[in-house]
Nanobody
C-alpha cells in the first residue's frame, strides 16, 4: 500500500555534498517512522538516520555532524542532506518507513521497517 522512491544519488568527490530525496505514495497516512539505511559493498545494511512524524531524529555515530535528515509531511517526502562526504560513505542508500511508532533501538536494525524503496547509489571518490 506504501511505495517509496529514492532519488538524488550519484558520484561526488570526497568533501562534497549531496541531497537524497524519498517520495512516498499510496497509503501515506499509515506512515509514522521514516529513515535512511545504507549498504556498502561487502557490508551489512545499517541505519544512517531516522525521523518520526513529529520530527524526532536519530543518527548513526558515523554520520553525526555531517548528515541531516528532514521530513516534509505535506509533500510526503523525506530528505537526507549529506555534507563532508567520505569514501566510506559509498553505498546504496535505501529509504524505509513503517506505520508504527518505533523506538530508537528498533530503528537501528533494518528489520524494524516494513516498507522499502529500491535504493539509490552514492559513490564518493577519493
Amino acid at each position: 500500500q506504501v511505495q517509496l522512491v529514492e532519488s538524488g544519488g550519484g558520484l561526488v568527490q570526497a568533501g562534497g555534498s549531496l541531497r537524497l530525496s524519498c517520495a512516498a505514495s499510496g497509503s501515506i497516512f499509515s506512515i509514522d517512522a521514516m529513515g535512511w539505511y545504507r549498504q556498502a559493498p561487502g557490508k551489512q545494511r545499517e541505519l544512517v538516520a531516522s525521523i518520526t512524524r513529529g520530527g524526532s531524529t536519530n543518527y548513526a555515530d558515523s554520520v553525526k555532524g555531517r548528515f541531516t535528515i528532514s521530513r516534509d509531511n505535506a509533500k510526503n517526502t523525506v530528505y537526507l542532506q549529506m555534507n563532508s562526504l567520505k569514501p566510506e560513505d559509498t553505498a546504496v542508500y535505501f529509504c524505509a518507513a513503517d506505520s508504527l511508532v518505533k523506538t530508537p533501538m528498533c530503528l537501528e536494525y533494518p528489520t524494524c521497517m516494513a516498507y522499502w524503496g529500491k535504493g539509490t547509489l552514492v559513490t564518493v571518490s577519493s
